[in-house]
């Protein structure tokens, strides 16, 4: 990677781009640190500790916390592209103006515009009702001038909204990579500091003196033992799981299946042309972190209603509430099911086995063992499915299993409630757990950004060393 980065600096344009990536994000950052009027952020973060939306603010870069600018993220901007892609697909005219070239995808772009726009508004406005439900507005904002500062607030909302939009459209159009996820790289990572900070602080509690009661055999750790006995053991744990998921991630990113092709031999005039064995490499992770994405901007749908109707807190509301919680069980099993379901949805769009097996028969090509045509095109879609499948199914795995460990966590206090004890102080003091329940969903993003734009650098460097050698 840092070879190919290097190589990159090395190109005028490249290093332009990458400088322009760098300058975009930068700005971004900068955003999430700009302070919304009449909004006081101070009540907002411990708020946050244990649900849904402190995995929506570690996706905002910390930006919902602190109720500036660019609180809502890039969050609008990707529902309204999951809500075009389905559209495309079920609308004919929107599928006909999508094959229109350059300028059907104008068209479509404008109108994800504007469909981001409208969740904007919506958006903003749950989380305008949010701040009132966490007592983090002025009192000139409830009490002398409600309407005009609900007007300003919800104005800087949906503008921070458009202002993200037009960031990651230009990373698209002028840098390198795909603007959102470069997007929700840099937020993930910027949460980085935090997250140690509450690892510090779990060492510094133990350090000073624990007190255990379980089951009725009581220990005390007296102040200035240094036995950070829990912590160190969770936090080696924490490593090694945190180490083996990136290279399983990798390792499941560079996999393909490969699809042999036998290419017939064909004299055209004086020459002859095929003769020649290829292969069509499927990777297993086709889809790349897109079906992580799109499954997160799903279940942000229960946390906006809660935006506008408050936390529930008896009844069948509360019920769904818990349900759709990130320490349920539930919640983890439809996110598990929402990521093999994007993984196939995103494959289908993109990637036309008929279409393949076509230019294949065009070309002279056969699948050995398969006639061309509808045969070597059944092949393809049946291969591709059992890959598709395998891909999802390692991404699911890898999101799901933190949340699963988040979950049998949150049920130790309850445990120990029913012995009669109470669990070690950090397991309802600090909120380490929460931050890392959403860790595998964390690491896919991060891993699965840095190799695609790798690999798109990769695909610059190759097209101008190529064209470098034609012009010789």
């Given at each position: 990677?840092?070879?190919?980065?290097?190589?990159?600096?090395?190109?005028?344009?490249?290093?332009?781009?990458?400088?322009?990536?760098?300058?975009?994000?930068?700005?971004?950052?900068?955003?999430?640190?700009?302070?919304?009027?009449?909004?006081?952020?101070?009540?907002?973060?411990?708020?946050?500790?244990?649900?849904?939306?402190?995995?929506?603010n570690t996706l905002s870069g910390g930006a919902l916390e602190q109720g500036s600018l660019f609180a809502l993220g890039v969050s609008p901007y990707i529902?309204?592209?999951?809500?075009?892609?389905?559209?495309?697909?079920?609308?004919?005219?929107?599928?006909?103006?999508?094959?229109?070239?350059?300028?059907?995808?104008?068209?479509?772009?404008?109108?994800?515009?504007?469909?981001?726009?409208?969740?904007?508004?919506?958006?903003?406005?749950?989380?305008?009702?949010?701040l009132k439900q966490y007592n983090a507005l002025s009192s000139f904002a409830t009490d002398a001038h409600p309407v005009l500062s609900a007007f300003v607030?919800?104005?800087?909302?949906?503008?921070?909204?458009?202002?993200?939009?037009?960031?990651?459209?230009?990373?698209?159009?002028?840098?390198?990579?795909?603007?959102?996820?470069?997007?929700?790289?840099?937020?993930?990572?910027?949460?980085?500091?935090?997250?140690?900070?509450?690892?510090?602080?779990?060492?510094?509690?133990?350090?000073?003196?624990?007190?255990?009661?379980?089951?009725?055999?009581?220990?005390?750790?007296?102040?200035?033992?240094?036995?950070?006995?829990?912590?160190?053991?969770?936090?080696?744990?924490?490593?090694?799981?945190?180490?083996?998921?990136?290279?399983?991630?990798?390792?499941?990113?560079?996999?393909?299946?490969?699809?042999?092709?036998?290419?017939?031999?064909?004299?055209?005039?004086?020459?002859?042309?095929?003769?020649?064995?290829?292969?069509?490499?499927?990777?297993?992770?086709?889809?790349?972190?897109?079906?992580?994405?799109?499954?997160?901007?799903?279940?942000?749908?229960?946390?906006?209603?809660?935006?506008?109707?408050?936390?529930?807190?008896?009844?069948?509301?509360?019920?769904?509430?818990?349900?759709?919680?990130?320490?349920?069980?539930?919640?983890?099993?439809?996110?598990?099911?929402?990521?093999?379901?994007?993984?196939?949805?995103?494959?289908?769009?993109?990637?036309?086995?008929?279409?393949?097996?076509?230019?294949?028969?065009?070309?002279?090509?056969?699948?050995?063992?398969?006639?061309?045509?509808?045969?070597?095109?059944?092949?393809?879609?049946?291969?591709?499915?059992?890959?598709?499948?395998?891909?999802?199914?390692?991404?699911?795995?890898?999101?799901?299993?933190?949340?699963?460990?988040?979950?049998?966590?949150?049920?130790?206090?309850?445990?120990?409630?029913?012995?009669?004890?109470?669990?070690?102080?950090?397991?309802?003091?600090?909120?380490?757990?929460?931050?890392?329940?959403?860790?595998?969903?964390?690491?896919?993003?991060?891993?699965?950004?840095?190799?695609?734009?790798?690999?798109?650098?990769?695909?610059?460097?190759?097209?101008?060393?190529?064209?470098?050698?034609?012009?010789?």
């Amino acid at each position: 990677m840092f070879k190919t980065l290097a190589n990159a600096w090395k190109h005028k344009d490249l290093r332009n781009k990458l400088l322009f990536v760098c300058a975009i994000l930068l700005i971004y950052r900068i955003g999430t640190a700009i302070p919304v009027p009449f909004v006081d952020a101070n009540v907002l973060s411990d708020s946050f500790t244990g649900t849904i939306f402190g995995f929506l603010n570690t996706l905002s870069g910390g930006a919902l916390e602190q109720g500036s600018l660019f609180a809502l993220g890039v969050s609008p901007y990707i529902t309204a592209s999951i809500v075009i892609q389905l559209l495309t697909v079920a609308i004919p005219p929107l599928e006909r103006l999508a094959k229109q070239g350059e300028e059907g995808k104008r068209k479509i772009n404008a109108i994800t515009r504007y469909i981001t726009i409208a969740l904007s508004v919506i958006t903003a406005l749950g989380y305008y009702f949010l701040l009132k439900q966490y007592n983090a507005l002025s009192s000139f904002a409830t009490d002398a001038h409600p309407v005009l500062s609900a007007f300003v607030i919800l104005a800087c909302y949906c503008a921070g909204s458009s202002i993200v939009m037009w960031l990651a459209e230009k990373i698209n159009d002028h840098g390198i990579g795909n603007g959102i996820s470069l997007i929700l790289f840099a937020n993930i990572v910027s949460r980085a500091g935090p997250l140690l900070m509450n690892f510090i602080s779990m060492f510094r509690d133990e350090y000073n003196g624990v007190y255990y009661n379980i089951g009725g055999f009581q220990l005390q750790i007296q102040k200035g033992a240094g036995h950070v006995i829990g912590s160190t053991i969770f936090t080696v744990l924490a490593i090694v799981g945190m180490l083996a998921l990136i290279w399983y991630i990798i390792y499941i990113s560079d996999s393909e299946r490969r699809i042999p092709i036998n290419y017939a031999k064909r004299n055209i005039g004086r020459k002859m042309y095929g003769g020649q064995s290829t292969n069509i490499p499927l990777k297993i992770n086709m889809a790349g972190v897109m079906p992580i994405i799109f499954a997160n901007a799903i279940l942000q749908i229960p946390s906006t209603i809660t935006m506008f109707t408050g936390t529930p807190t008896s009844g069948f509301w509360k019920v769904v509430y818990d349900l759709f919680s990130p320490t349920s069980g539930f919640y983890a099993v439809l996110t598990f099911v929402l990521i093999l379901a994007f993984a196939y949805f995103y494959v289908s769009i993109s990637f036309n086995p008929t279409e393949v097996a076509q230019n294949i028969q065009r070309n002279g090509g056969a699948v050995p063992g398969l006639r061309p045509g509808k045969p070597t095109s059944d092949y393809i879609k049946k291969v591709l499915s059992n890959v598709t499948f395998m891909g999802a199914l390692s991404l699911s795995v890898v999101a799901v299993i933190p949340l699963f460990i988040h979950v049998i966590i949150n049920l130790v206090p309850t445990i120990c409630g029913w012995f009669g004890g109470t669990a070690p102080v950090w397991f309802s003091t600090y909120s380490y757990a929460s931050e890392l329940a959403f860790s595998g969903t964390s690491v896919i993003i991060v891993v699965g950004v840095i190799l695609e734009t790798v690999r798109e650098i990769e695909a610059e460097l190759a097209m101008r060393t190529n064209r470098k050698a034609l012009t010789r």
